[in-house]
């Protein structure tokens, strides 16, 4: 098995980051097997999403709607406001994904993308560990 963790700046501002270029540089000198993607972070997670068109946005209003934000709705309130909200979204969205990978080439559909979805803006660097099974 090969292994590589990635450092993203991700800022103090919820959003939704594209690691898509990233993975594939990995997988591509790997040749066939299967590759999988870890946050060791309890308020962000990993998506599989089409990028560009706004889905983006929608995700966060999504996850907005399913998980609000407001404070006096959770036990757990300490950090910046919404934080209760921030360490519910791994519920929602995988702290991990695994992508077959062939000739170097993951197998993602036209659109699809790899997203790290991150919510707490009192964390402004997350990790993303890549694991590639060869097979």
Sequence with gaps: MDSETITLETGHTRGVFDITGKVARFAAIRGDGHLSLFVPHSTAGLAIIETGSGSEVD?????D???PREDEKYRHRHGAPGHGADHLIPSLLSPSLVIPVLAGRMQLGAWQAIVLVDFNVDNAVRQVHFNFLFG
Excluded: A, K
């Design 65 to 67: 709607t399913i998980v």
């Design 59 to 63: 995700l966060i209003d999504m996850l």
